[in-house]
């Protein structure tokens, strides 16, 4: 890995959402569907109709989000670290929910809800009529080439750190989980479980330490534009 610095943004300061972790699932995906419906026309506004297919989106990201953060819970009690809605620093990328546990580093992004989704003939997933191997592909950038390389970049020598990609599919047909790169495909209520499939390797303590590294590196996305 490459050894020149990184420079970390600043925390950026969110209202409390004390006793309830998967609340923060979402907050800068709502945040921005609010500022496009703002920026509609004052009739619209006033009739509710004909929401911008860009809130309407944005909104369903968010309850993906969110859905995901309640199946992801479970393990903060099995020595994962689980963060929502982070953005990597001096990036405008958005990481939907970041683990830190025993086995490394996890990274999921969410894929809303599809109305249809299988496996083509040739074995590769599709969903409502779209390959979603490109979407995978972004999510294996984002997690090893962007994030794992950072924090490798941060931490002492004799770190040996793995980092695991996941899209997370929300679809109200039964799915079969698909393991292979590049990224894994799961459903949220299959997290835990695909999850703890992988081997640990990091001490509480190291865990901890890894943990203040990620926060530094993925703080909080801006629930504001810059």
């Known amino acids: 890995a490459s050894s020149v610095p990184y420079d970390v943004a600043p925390p950026l300061p969110r209202e409390s959402v004390a006793g309830k972790p998967w609340k923060e699932a979402g907050r800068s995906h709502l945040a921005a569907a609010a500022r496009v419906e703002a920026s509609s026309s004052t009739v619209v506004r006033f009739l509710g109709v004909n929401r911008s297919p860009q809130a309407r989106q944005l909104r369903e990201r968010a309850k993906s989000a969110r ?11 099995q020595g994962w670290v689980v963060m929502h809605d982070r953005v990597v620093a001096g990036t405008s990328v958005v990481l939907d929910h970041v683990l830190v546990g025993p086995a490394g580093l996890v990274v999921v992004q969410d894929r809303p809800v599809a ?14 009529g779209v390959p979603l191997n490109p979407e995978r592909e972004q999510v294996r950038w984002a997690t090893l080439d962007l994030l794992l390389q950072r924090t490798v ?7 040996h750190l793995y980092a695991y990609p996941f899209l997370a599919l929300h679809t109200r047909t039964t799915w079969a989980p698909d393991m292979r790169a590049p990224a894994c495909l799961v459903t949220p209520s299959q997290l835990p ?5 992988f081997s640990a390797h990091l001490a509480p303590m190291h865990v901890t330490d890894l943990t203040m590294v990620v926060e530094d590196l993925c703080p909080p996305a801006p629930l504001t534009q810059p």
């Open 115 to 128: 109305t249809s989704a299988a496996y083509n003939v040739q074995g590769w997933p599709w969903a409502d």
């Open 67 to 77: 859905r995901t953060a309640r199946a992801l819970a479970p393990l903060a009690s």
């Open 153 to 159: 970049n941060q931490m002492g020598p004799g770190w």
């Open 193 to 197: 479980w695909a999850i703890g499939t």
